[in-house]
Structures are given as structure tokens and as C-alpha cells.
Antibody
Framework: EVKLVESGGGLVQPGGSLRLSCATS????????MSWVRQPPGKALEWLGF??????????EYSASVKGRFTISRDNSQSILYLQMNTLRAEDSATYYC???????????WGQGTTLTVSS | DIKMTQSPSSMYASLGERVTITCKAS??????LSWFQQKPGKSPKTLIY???RLVDGVPSRFSGSGSGQDYSLTISSLEYEDMGIYYC?????????FGAGTKLELK
């Protein structure tokens, strides 16, 4: 059974840092692109970025809103996806989802989400 | 960035009604468009990708169409379980961009 479980959310002060994790199981982690998507309370989904699979060199792409502040990485030995978030702002407050991309555009499995609140 | 203009932002519809939601991209996205459904408190679910490819297990009353800049999601006969928020996503260019969503409610 495929599972994606996010963790690491919480309350952080503006300017702070946090690392989210997405623990996966039930599939060959290195075969898949993995994405992070967030959703502020009551607002739309926002794609943050992804990390490609082994065949494509584990390279990354980011949205402009987080490029340079957020870093996506993966621990392929433990099948964990990470999102390192630095210089956090109030507008980063959201539920953060990890998602597996079966083929481009088809996100077949999602985590349950983890919530970040950035506030003093 | 490619802007996805989704309409309507909200709508009420009756059971059995045919429903259409549209997304217009700010440029040609070559059919690299997906549709998602999200229910309150839940993670999104992919319904359609590549504009018209129905995900396995999604009811056949859902269909997608379009090309170029203009795309639509149609529910042929609305059922109660279809209530929720629908989003389009373009993945032709980075960054991937979502539409603002369409909230579908029961009339």
C-alpha cells in the first residue's frame, strides 16, 4: 500500500526556519518525481516545486515565490522527501502537502498535509 | 508565469444537472492540463490529466476537453458526492500554476 505521511509543521516566528518531512512507503521511491503543494487557509492550491526521479538526476524546480528560500531534497535510502524552509513569512502559513507524480500532471498519491503557522 | 483563469468561482447545481467548469490559460499550454477535486479537510484528488485522460477509478460522468488556451471539465449528471472545490493545473511550463478554484455546491 502506498503511503505518504507529512510531518514537521508547527508554529514558527517570522524569519525562522523549519523542515518538513514526507515519509513514504509502498513503492520504489527513486522511480518517482515528488512535489510539494501548499494551501493557505481558505485559499487555492499552490505548487511549490518538485524533485525529479533517479532517471532524471534528482534535479529540482521551484516556484518563484519560494525559490532561494525553500529547498526540496530527498533521502532515497529512507524514502523520505524534505522541504527545508528558511526566512519564513506570514504568507507562508498554509497546509503543506507532498504528492507523488505517477506521470506528468497526474498526482496519484497525496499526503494528509501538515500545517505551518508563521506568527510572532 | 502562466496565469490560469478559472470560472465560475462558485456555482450551485442540482442533482442530475450537467455542470461545466472552464479554465483559460494566459498562453497555449499544449493540453498539459489536469483537473483536481478537493473535499473539505481532504487532500486533492486528480480526476483528469493531459486535458482529457480520465484517471482510473474516476466515474465516467467526468470528462475533460480543450486545447490551446481553453479547457473545460464537465460532469454529465451531477451526484451528491461531486460537491467540493475543483482546480485546474497547467504543467506545460515551470512554475506549474493552479487556477483559483471552483466551489460546487448543491442547489
Amino acid at each position: 500500500e502506498v503511503k505518504l505521511v507529512e510531518s514537521g509543521g508547527g508554529l514558527v516566528q517570522p524569519g525562522g526556519s523549519l523542515r518538513l518531512s514526507c515519509a513514504t512507503s509502498g513503492f520504489t521511491f527513486t522511480d518517482y518525481y515528488m512535489s510539494w503543494v501548499r494551501q493557505p487557509p481558505g485559499k487555492a492550491l499552490e505548487w511549490l516545486g518538485f524533485i525529479r526521479n533517479k532517471a532524471n538526476g534528482y534535479t529540482t524546480e521551484y516556484s518563484a515565490s519560494v525559490k532561494g528560500r525553500f529547498t526540496i531534497s530527498r533521502d532515497n535510502s529512507q524514502s523520505i522527501l524534505y522541504l527545508q524552509m528558511n526566512t519564513l513569512r506570514a504568507e507562508d502559513s498554509a497546509t503543506y502537502y507532498c504528492a507523488r507524480e505517477e506521470v506528468r500532471g497526474y498526482f496519484d498519491y497525496w499526503g494528509q498535509g501538515t500545517t505551518l503557522t508563521v506568527s510572532s | 508565469d502562466i496565469k490560469m483563469t478559472q470560472s465560475p468561482s462558485s456555482m450551485y447545481a442540482s442533482l442530475g444537472e450537467r455542470v461545466t467548469i472552464t479554465c483559460k490559460a494566459s498562453q497555449d499550454i499544449n493540453s498539459y492540463l489536469s483537473w483536481f477535486q478537493q473535499k473539505p479537510g481532504k487532500s486533492p484528488k486528480t480526476l483528469i490529466y493531459r486535458a482529457n485522460r480520465l484517471v482510473d477509478g474516476v466515474p465516467s460522468r467526468f470528462s475533460g476537453s480543450g486545447s490551446g488556451q481553453d479547457y473545460s471539465l464537465t460532469i454529465s449528471s451531477l451526484e451528491y458526492e461531486d460537491m467540493g472545490i475543483y482546480y485546474c493545473l497547467q504543467y506545460d511550463e515551470f512554475p506549474l500554476t493552479f487556477g483559483a478554484g471552483t466551489k460546487l455546491e448543491l442547489k
